[in-house]
């Protein structure tokens, strides 16, 4: 299948206002590294080549990030930095094009902007606030199912039902394993009375190019964005299949600040160079809230002893 990847990274950012003031959020650092590059690893891990990002005003760091440094490598030449032979290797791997997004009217239109780039490609869409840990690549999972059963695929997670209005939902046609679903209906981000399931779409998606189409003159949808979602209904109208898989491994949301404390806890416990230190830092603060705990209720009895 050929395929490329669309990154849309245009976005303000505003849940981590003032930082994403100048930093773009997609650089924020996941313990190492920005956690763009965590995607972007995951699509190499893939056997994707052609990135293409859409970016906006006061995004140039990421392409940046993406480029070669060579003041850096001059001054690091004598040290091994193994960090930045990582991001080189990547550098050289791939290639990378950035469209600019001129006004943030939405994902689907974010998608719609990149539609240059593209002839007859699949269109493998990585949202960058979702980032996974999988023992086979979230994407590769979607690609290998996309190229078997000639469809397009998006990954989906069950959420409790009160999380139903922040996702875009399906309704399923017919569920053809424990975690394959061939889709009947999508709708985006549908009040909880409203939602056909709680099978909600995460930031993974391998859909057709004539997805670029099914964006076209789009209405505006939830929340007055053109929404990728409505894209993917109208590929359903046109009578793409569409089936939605769940991702075998572990999803992180790195696109709330506490999200991203989460996401920056779970990847230092993981990591061989923090783990240690991590473990003994968290077991330390444990038994010092344990002995707080403690400490309140004995006092929780103490006042209601002087209370009788
Ligand atoms: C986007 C999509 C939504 C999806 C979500 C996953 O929404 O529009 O369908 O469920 O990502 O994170 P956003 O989070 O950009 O509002």
């Not at 930045?84 to 689907?108: D, M, P, V, Y």
């Not at 590769?140 to 469809?151: F, N, S």
């Not at 053109?226 to 569409?242: A, F, H």
Request: hydrophobic fraction near 40%.
């Amino acid at each position: 299948m050929k395929i490329k990847a669309i990154i849309p990274a245009a976005g303000f950012g505003t849940r981590f206002l003032p930082t994403t003031k100048s930093v773009p959020k997609e650089l924020l650092p996941i313990v190492d590294k920005p956690a763009i590059q965590y995607v972007v690893e995951e699509g190499i891990n893939s056997g994707i080549k052609d990135f293409v990002m859409v970016t906006s005003k006061n995004k140039k760091a990421i392409e940046d990030h993406f480029d070669n440094f060579s003041e850096l490598e001059t001054i690091l030449k004598n040290h091994k930095n193994e960090s930045l032979l990582e991001i080189s290797q990547i550098i050289e791997k791939s290639n990378f094009l950035f469209i600019r997004q001129r006004e943030q009217l939405g994902l689907g239109h974010a998608i719609w902007t990149a539609r240059s780039a593209f002839n007859d490609e699949h269109v493998a869409v990585f949202l960058p606030d979702d980032i996974f840990t999988c023992e086979i690549p979230a994407m590769a999972q979607l690609i290998k199912i996309a190229t078997q059963e000639k469809c397009n695929v998006i990954a989906v997670q069950e959420v409790p039902k009160e999380d139903v209005s922040r996702y875009g939902i399906i309704d399923v046609r017919r569920q053809l394993s424990p975690n394959l679903f061939h889709v009947k209906d999508l709708i985006e981000k549908p009040a909880i009375n409203k939602a056909p399931s709680n099978l909600a779409i995460i930031g993974r998606y391998v859909l057709s190019p004539n997805i670029f189409s099914s964006l076209d003159n789009l209405q505006f949808g939830a929340g007055g964005e053109v929404q990728l979602t409505d894209g993917i209904q109208n590929l359903l109208l046109s009578g793409e299949k569409v089936f939605a898989y769940k991702v075998q491994g572990q999803r992180f949301d790195a696109g709330t600040i506490f999200g991203w404390l989460k996401t920056n806890i779970e990847f230092a416990l993981k990591h061989p160079k923090y783990s240690k230190d991590t473990i003994e830092y968290l077991s330390m603060l444990d038994k010092e809230f344990l002995i707080m705990q403690s400490k309140a209720d004995a006092l929780k009895k103490r006042v209601t002893k002087l209370s009788f």
